[in-house]
């Protein structure tokens, strides 16, 4: 599979998933696709594991969760997605210090909120773990009482960021 990427996501400093100063979090970037879907792509290391060599199945379905809960600001600018429910399936054991690829996409969209799906993929393409979720659409400010300024959202990049992803 060959995915153009179209934009890249904001990411945080303190954020688990996405924070790139988190000591302990995944440090995960997020690439709009061509097709319409949101592609997570982050490498976790030993302290995220569950078993040894295997990502922590709570950890799993929290980039699960992130991925889907960001996929609305493809087409909604500003939108979050707050979870209501995630329902996650366990597949395959996912590996740490590996790259690892989280796809996530929008199924329904209405006026309050929406109902979205993902999946980890493992290198050559298998899906590993997957989700389905329900949503509540909210912008940042109506979520906490922080201003987004002050946390430092803001999209980075870097000469990493790549123009076409592939998987399998």
């Given at each position: 599979?060959?995915?153009?990427?179209?934009?890249?996501?904001?990411?945080?400093?303190?954020?688990?998933?996405?924070?790139?100063?988190?000591?302990?979090?995944?440090?995960?970037?997020?690439?709009?696709?061509?097709?319409?879907?949101?592609?997570?792509?982050?490498?976790?290391?030993?302290?995220?594991?569950?078993?040894?060599?295997?990502?922590?199945?709570?950890?799993?379905?929290?980039?699960?969760?992130?991925?889907?809960?960001?996929?609305?600001?493809?087409?909604?600018?500003?939108?979050?997605?707050?979870?209501?429910?995630?329902?996650?399936?366990?597949?395959?054991?996912?590996?740490?210090?590996?790259?690892?690829?989280?796809?996530?996409?929008?199924?329904?969209?209405?006026?309050?909120?929406?109902?979205?799906?993902?999946?980890?993929l493992l290198k050559d393409g298998r899906v590993a773990v997957e989700a389905q979720g329900k949503y509540l659409k909210m912008p940042f400010d109506q979520i906490?009482?922080?201003?987004?300024?002050?946390?430092?959202?803001?999209?980075?990049?870097?000469?990493?960021?790549?123009?076409?992803?592939?998987?399998?």
């Amino acid at each position: 599979m060959r995915y153009q990427v179209t934009a890249k996501q904001e990411n945080s400093n303190m954020c688990f998933v996405c924070g790139f100063e988190n000591p302990f979090g995944l440090h995960a970037s997020f690439y709009e696709l061509d097709n319409g879907e949101l592609m997570g792509i982050f490498k976790p290391g030993e302290e995220h594991q569950g078993y040894p060599g295997r990502l922590h199945g709570g950890i799993a379905s929290t980039i699960l969760d992130e991925t889907i809960g960001r996929a609305i600001m493809i087409e909604h600018d500003r939108i979050w997605g707050v979870t209501l429910e995630i329902h996650v399936r366990y597949r395959k054991p996912v590996p740490i210090g590996k790259e690892i690829h989280v796809m996530g996409r929008i199924e329904k969209d209405t006026h309050r909120g929406f109902q979205g799906s993902g999946e980890i993929l493992l290198k050559d393409g298998r899906v590993a773990v997957e989700a389905q979720g329900k949503y509540l659409k909210m912008p940042f400010d109506q979520i906490t009482e922080a201003e987004a300024e002050g946390l430092d959202w803001k999209v980075t990049s870097s000469d990493h960021d790549p123009e076409v992803i592939e998987i399998g």
